[in-house]
């Protein structure tokens, strides 16, 4: 069965530091990844996509996946307290098959 | 991306009793899923609907509890059926715009049943 791992939080982390978001995925097939953030009361929205082994950087956010150790990961730079949300990782094996999700990490940053 | 429109945002219904939620695309989109994500959990995937034919269920959903129509490439229904308090969730349509594109959400619809 496809699974995608997360540490359910809550994460705590004081404003203007670096948060780090984790998140294992089980099926090998997996070929894209992706990371959400959700609000209270909202729906997800894309922050970032990752396909390839590396790092991908877009302003605050970076994105980082390695395929052989099955991790993908989220690094928010300059955490500021509107970066506080659940954030939601994603899988899809391929050929826009239906994504697997983590159950979330809890954000909060702390003023 | 795509602007996603989903209707009813939110509703309160008796048991037993159907809904039907609506999603609107302003623009043909490649495909479009359905989730659900029940209070404090993630988004389970319901079903993927299909443009002119059946949709395609997950394991525990049903198409006579969930039925799904997806007439052309910008619109989607999801009905609830027969409604339970288990049923009550938030209900997600999602799409892909383009192939290879990433998914996107849309508002969600609230969903509670007396």
């Known amino acids: 069965q496809k699974e995608v791992e997360q540490n359910s939080g809550p994460l705590s982390v004081p404003e203007g530091a670096i948060a780090s978001l984790n998140c294992t995925y089980s099926?090998?097939?997996?070929?894209?990844f992706f990371w959400y953030r959700q609000y209270s009361g909202k729906s997800p929205e894309l922050i970032m996509s990752?396909?390839?082994?590396g790092d991908k950087e877009d302003g605050r956010f970076t994105a980082q996946l390695n395929k052989a150790s099955q991790y993908v990961s989220l690094l928010i730079r300059d955490s500021q307290p509107s970066d506080s949300a659940t954030y939601l990782c994603?899988?899809?094996?391929?050929?826009?098959?239906?994504?697997?999700f983590g159950k979330g990490t809890r954000l909060s940053v702390i003023a | 991306s795509a602007v996603i429109s989903q209707k009813p945002s939110r509703d309160i219904c008796q048991r037993g009793t159907s809904l039907t939620i609506q999603c609107q695309v302003d623009?043909?989109?490649?495909?479009m899923f359905w989730y659900r994500q029940q209070p404090g959990q993630s988004l389970t995937l319901i079903a993927t609907?299909?443009?002119?034919?059946?949709?395609?269920?997950e394991s525990g959903f049903v198409i006579d509890k969930f039925p799904i129509s997806r007439p052309n490439l910008t619109f989607s229904t999801l009905t609830v059926s027969n409604m339970s308090p288990e049923d009550s969730s938030i209900y997600l349509c999602?799409?892909?715009?383009?192939?290879?594109?990433?998914?996107?959400f849309g508002d969600g619809t609230r969903l509670s049943i007396l």
């Open positions: 999602s799409v892909v715009g383009q192939p290879n594109q990433p998914q996107h």
């Open positions: 099926d090998r097939v997996s070929q894209s």
């Open positions: 990752i396909y390839s082994n």
């Open positions: 994603a899988a899809e094996t391929g050929g826009n098959t239906p994504l697997v």
């Open positions: 623009s043909q989109v490649t495909m």
């Open positions: 609907a299909n443009q002119g034919s059946e949709a395609t269920y």
